[in-house]
């Protein structure tokens, strides 16, 4: 009889914690903004993962990735890998850009990069931009008709106004 009753405390025991974590809402950890599946960040850099992925027996992974190299100074690019070896690894590079207030991102520049007979393509470049703005990148991959796309968060590039050189130690001011 001892036995019955410690396992029905312990069964309502458990029915109640479930019920009690059910009913809990689920809020980011740090309620940042997100613009289209982007955070608005003051990181210096992000990197994104192959979403969505129609995955079949070419396409292994694919990534997006900025960051900020200095002041109005972004480096933004992507990589995509293939399973083996394909007739045709692609990569296609969007940076787009936002404000805090936007309710969408604007173009800024695109390119694309093709590797044939490889299983991978990586490319990247060094793009000066005007400060104020969030920047993002986003790729689309594919690798002998599989398909993908990643997306990083936003990175705020600030004005070069905005941004005091630091005091070397010894001096003083």
Same mark, same amino acid.
């Given at each position: 009889?001892?036995?019955?009753?410690?396992?029905?405390?312990?069964?309502?025991?458990?029915?109640?914690?479930?019920?009690?974590?059910?009913?809990? =809402? /689920?809020?980011?950890?740090? &309620?940042?903004?997100?613009?289209?599946? !982007?955070?608005?960040?003051?990181?210096?850099?992000?990197? $994104?993962?192959?979403?969505?992925?129609?995955?079949?027996?070419?396409?292994?992974?694919?990534?997006?990735?900025?960051?900020?190299?200095?002041?109005?100074?972004?480096?933004?690019?992507?990589?995509?890998?293939?399973?083996?070896?394909?007739?045709?690894?692609?990569?296609?590079?969007?940076?787009?850009?936002?404000?805090?207030?936007?309710?969408?991102?604007?173009?800024? =520049? /695109?390119?694309?990069?093709? &590797?044939?007979?490889?299983?991978?393509? !990586?490319?990247?470049?060094?793009?000066?931009?005007?400060? $104020?703005?969030?920047?993002?990148?986003?790729?689309?991959?594919?690798?002998?008709?599989?398909?993908?796309?990643?997306?990083?968060?936003?990175?705020?590039?600030?004005?070069?106004?905005?941004?005091?050189?630091?005091?070397?130690?010894?001096?003083?001011?």
């Amino acid at each position: 009889m001892r036995k019955q009753v410690v396992s029905g405390i312990c069964a309502l025991a458990l029915m109640f914690g479930l019920l009690m974590s059910t009913g809990l =809402d /689920t809020k980011a950890s740090d &309620n940042r903004p997100m613009l289209d599946g !982007s955070y608005l960040t003051n990181e210096t850099e992000s990197t $994104g993962t192959g979403t969505s992925i129609t995955r079949g027996e070419n396409l292994q992974i694919g990534y997006s990735k900025i960051r900020k190299v200095g002041s109005g100074v972004i480096y933004a690019g992507g990589t995509t890998i293939g399973q083996h070896t394909c007739e045709s690894v692609k990569i296609a590079v969007i940076v787009e850009r936002a404000k805090w207030e936007d309710d969408e991102w604007e173009f800024v =520049d /695109t390119w694309e990069k093709e &590797n044939t007979n490889a299983d991978l393509v !990586s490319t990247s470049k060094k793009l000066e931009v005007e400060g $104020g703005w969030y920047y993002r990148v986003k790729c689309y991959h594919s690798a002998d008709g599989d398909v993908s796309d990643s997306l990083t968060n936003g990175l705020y590039v600030g004005d070069p106004s905005d941004i005091t050189p630091p005091v070397e130690s010894g001096n003083s001011l």
